[in-house]
């Protein structure tokens, strides 16, 4: 039975404590802190983040498809899912698709990936959501919304969560919404939407899908529901349903450091559930907007070989605290920010980008077939090409070499104060990757001050320049994260 | 190597504008000022000249010269290869006299950086845009942190010979009237600065400056018709590498192969044996005090990783054994980029001519330039030397 396989989240390395928004515009703020995608970040490069994570050691090349979900994509004209399977490494002839604009939107995207297996389309789909979306400035949402992803592959085979049903409600009510124009999330009044949207809509998929499948509430091991909204009308639309404290993957995790993710949110909500989930637990896993998606899961056996993931549980317990609420104003170009006195960064040079595309966004070099060395050329005049080899200078004799899975360690670094960057100093290193091959790179992620030489880094998908609505994305070192 | 530039080709006239953030002067001004001043020292015009070379980086054809020149209808070529423009000005020059097409050139190199609003130069970014954001401070502030970690000097250790290198080039360019910086410093204040890209401060860094210089260059046979004092051109080379620095792990990042690459064949060009012995003094590209330290060892005039103990002894004072930046260097003469190569031969020269007044040395004999272009793992240098 098709299935979750495999699975994987993201959160940002940054977070910010709420006392800070109360800090910087009076008035009060919620208990615990959010998350906070870096400048260099965005839904594209944390669904990639997340969707390493749910790779792991697995092949991309094996992965026949990629949805991406999010309600905040880069683009409002063109798909992202190709660009993340350059960074991924996957093959050509795949299924790629951009779920955008609704909050349920992961939901949706993996009830399509579990169809398009079901009906032979395609043996495994990678699916990947992220979001961070913008609340008004000193309001509530700004507070409570928080930035994230997560990500699974649905397939057949080495099934770790059987999806045994599926049931999905149309919903009519424009609670939240933003227009082509806007920037900041607009809503309703937070009453109506509980009253009439939220709590009816899933009291009505949930008691649709266990009427559906002959299941009751006692049946579930545990109900994965999202929460937009406060956290303890969540509780009571559960405790309503039938389902006892125990039974309900609890809200106030992500509440208190995370914040709330959008369409990722019900997600990362699962991947927590399945950390600790048992061969033979019953899941209800449900995301919601304008509708929901419910869906019945069956814990196999198989879950117990599943690699160990960095998962929610070690992104939550890695992080930076922001020290100035300001950073946000930046990070995000909210303020106007006087120029550096330099030189003004040049267009994007879109057919210089693409015919390097392999080398930046998938990140290869080359190793040489006669004297084997490993290289990368990220090079003053442009990234790549590699024609003659740098060490025997054969011409053209080479394979493809994949780096951005490689860890290295920094030859030599420096904080660059003299730099635009948008949060300076620049830190670059020089960094020698263990199995081969040297390279600069920025350094992202990281605390100036402790970038010294021999610290290991691994390789992160970042935005790196932003110019007349074009993203140049590209990768960047970083201080290794985690253990696994 | 099948030839040689080595006294084939005599140096007979230099001139060298003020240099300096010149708000009121364009480039067209400093052009007219160098090269007036050279014709003088020549004693000639533009009659005489039979061809001009221009080293510059950032204008456009040999007009950008011929034109504030006025020059009439002449053969005027400009070359640009990074801060090393100035001397390849002058080897282009140099050829064209050995290889007798014209007795007597003129070469000019100069920049005009300060209309750019900003301290720096202007933009260049790689094609693809992904080029780390480092500005040159940054990837020489690499050089030292790595230089330190090598030797196992202590940052602060490092950063104190480091100061020592600049406040030595400050008392130098202190002397010099035509010298953009004219301030003593001491190794506190330079310790002090404000950082750029550390470990490098505000004071390891060397000046943006506007200049000109020029150089009449003319067959040895008739140099004596011009001046009795001429300079001959002992060494001209220019080395380019494979940029793989950045690339394999061989590099080291404490030493620019370029310039050893450089210096050697110069050194056999000019038949020097022993450097640190035979040359009198050296003009080197001091950008940042990092670049002058390892530049020591690079040129053969310190051994590998022990710069640190002639910086102490004082090597490479005015009063030492072997002078570096008698004029203030780089650091305090100013950069204007394309100026930089000519500017230097034109201490070198002033100083084989004794007439380098206060600073000037006792009886050299033979100077060494030397300019690097770039990063340290992909730079363009030369190497020039002068002799009487």
Not at chain 1, 349 to 369: D, P, Q, T, V
Request: charge should be negative; glycine fraction near 10%.
């Amino acid at each position: 039975m098709a299935g979750i396989t495999s699975f994987g989240a993201y959160i940002p390395w940054h977070r910010i404590n709420r006392e800070l928004f109360s800090g910087a515009w009076g008035g009060f703020n919620a208990p615990g802190e959010r998350s906070v995608a870096y400048y260099d970040e965005d839904s594209l490069t944390m669904a990639v983040e997340a969707a390493i994570d749910c790779l792991g050691d697995e092949d991309a090349g094996k992965l026949d498809g990629l949805f991406f979900a999010s309600t905040t994509s880069p683009y409002r004209e063109k798909q992202c899912s190709p660009i993340m399977a350059m960074a991924l490494d996957m093959r050509r002839d795949i299924r790629t698709a951009d779920f955008n604009t609704s909050l349920r939107s992961g939901s949706i995207a993996m009830a399509q990936a579990v169809d398009t297996v079901k009906a032979g389309s395609a043996g495994r789909v990678m699916v990947a959501m992220a979001d961070m979306r913008m609340g008004g400035l000193s309001g509530f949402n700004e507070q409570l919304i928080g930035d994230g992803g997560a990500a699974f592959i649905i397939g057949n085979d080495n099934v770790i969560a059987e999806i045994e049903e599926i049931y999905s409600i149309s919903d009519e009510l424009t609670g939240t919404w933003r227009s082509q124009n806007d920037v900041y999330v607009c809503s309703w009044e937070d009453r109506m939407i509980q009253d009439e949207g939220y709590t009816p809509v899933l009291t009505e998929a949930i008691s649709g899908i266990l009427k559906k499948t002959g299941l009751e509430a006692k049946d579930i091991t545990k109900a994965v529901v999202d929460n937009p909204g406060d956290p303890r009308g969540h509780s009571k639309l559960l405790a309503d349903l039938g389902f006892t404290p125990e039974q309900i993957q609890e809200p106030i995790t992500m509440f208190m450091n995370v914040g709330f993710c959008g369409c990722a949110h019900a997600p990362m909500m699962l991947v927590s559930c399945l950390e600790t989930a048992k061969p033979g637990d019953k899941i209800l896993f449900a995301g919601s907007g304008a509708g929901a998606d419910v869906m019945i899961m069956q814990v196999t056996d198989n879950i117990e070989k599943l690699p160990k993931k960095r998962g929610m549980s070690q992104h939550l317990a890695v992080k930076q605290p922001l020290e100035r609420y300001n950073a946000i104003l930046q990070w995000r170009d909210l303020v106007q920010i006087e120029a550096a006195r330099r030189p003004e960064k040049q267009h994007n040079k879109i057919s210089a980008i693409w015919r390097e595309r392999k080398s930046i966004l998938s990140l290869y070099g080359k190793k040489c077939n006669k004297c084997g060395c490993i290289q990368y050329d990220n090079g003053a005049n442009s990234t790549g090409p590699i024609r003659i080899c740098a060490e025997c200078q054969s011409l053209d004799d080479f394979e493809d070499y994949r780096f951005a899975d490689k860890q290295g360690e920094v030859f030599s670094f420096t904080n660059d104060q003299l730099a635009p960057t948008i949060d300076p100093p620049s830190s670059v290193v020089l960094i020698d990757f263990k199995e081969g091959g040297r390279a600069f790179f920025d350094l992202t992620d990281r605390v100036a001050e402790d970038v010294k030489i021999g610290m290991g880094v691994e390789m992160t998908f970042r935005k790196i320049h932003f110019d007349r609505g074009y993203v140049n994305y590209f990768w960047k070192a970083r201080p290794v994260r985690f253990d696994n | 190597m099948p030839g040689s530039i080595k006294d084939r080709v005599a140096i007979v006239g230099m001139g060298c504008t003020q240099f300096g953030t010149h708000w009121d002067k364009g480039p067209g001004d400093l052009i007219v000022e160098a090269v007036q001043e050279a014709y003088e020292d020549a004693g000639i015009n533009e009659e005489r000249i039979g061809a001009c070379y221009v080293g510059t980086l950032f204008s456009m054809g040999g007009r950008a010269v011929s034109e504030p020149l006025r020059m009439q209808y002449k053969p005027v070529t400009r070359l640009e290869n990074a801060c090393a423009s100035g001397h390849e000005a002058l080897r282009a020059g140099a050829y064209a006299i050995a290889a007798g097409i014209y007795d007597v050139v003129l070469c000019v190199g100069f920049e005009k950086l300060k209309d750019e609003g900003m301290s720096g130069l202007p933009g260049m970014e790689n094609r693809t845009c992904t080029h780390y954001q480092s500005t040159m401070p940054g990837v020489f502030a690499m050089m030292a942190n790595k230089y330190f970690d090598r030797y196992g000097i202590k940052p602060e250790e490092g950063k104190e010979m480091l100061a020592k290198i600049s406040v030595k080039s400050h008392a130098n360019g202190f002397l010099n009237p035509k010298s953009h910086l004219k301030r003593k410093l001491t190794i506190e204040q330079v310790m002090n600065a404000p950082i750029i890209a550390q470990p490098l401060g505000l004071f390891d860094c060397c000046g943006v400056s506007d200049g000109a210089a020029a150089a009449i260059l003319c067959s040895p046979d008739i140099a004596k018709e011009f001046r009795p004092d001429p300079v001959y051109i002992k060494a001209l080379q220019i080395c380019a590498g494979p940029s793989t620095g950045r690339m394999l792990k061989n590099y080291d990042y404490t030493h620019v192969e370029e310039s050893v690459r450089a210096a050697k064949a110069a050194y056999e060009e000019a038949g020097v044996k022993n450097p640190r012995e035979e040359i009198s003094m050296a003009e080197v590209h001091d950008c940042f005090s990092i670049t002058e330290a390892v530049t020591m060892e690079d040129l053969g005039f310190s051994e590998r990783g022990k710069v640190k103990d002639d910086i102490d002894a004082g090597t490479f004072h005015l009063d030492g054994k072997l002078p570096v930046q008698p004029d203030g260097g780089l650091k305090c003469f100013g950069h204007p980029i394309g100026a930089s190569g000519i500017r230097m031969v034109y201490e070198l020269y002033l100083q084989l001519q004794g007439r380098a007044d206060k600073r000037q040395l006792k009886d050299p004999t033979l100077g060494l330039a030397h300019n690097m272009g770039g990063e340290p793992y992909m730079p363009l240098t030369s190497v020039v030397i002068v002799g009487n």
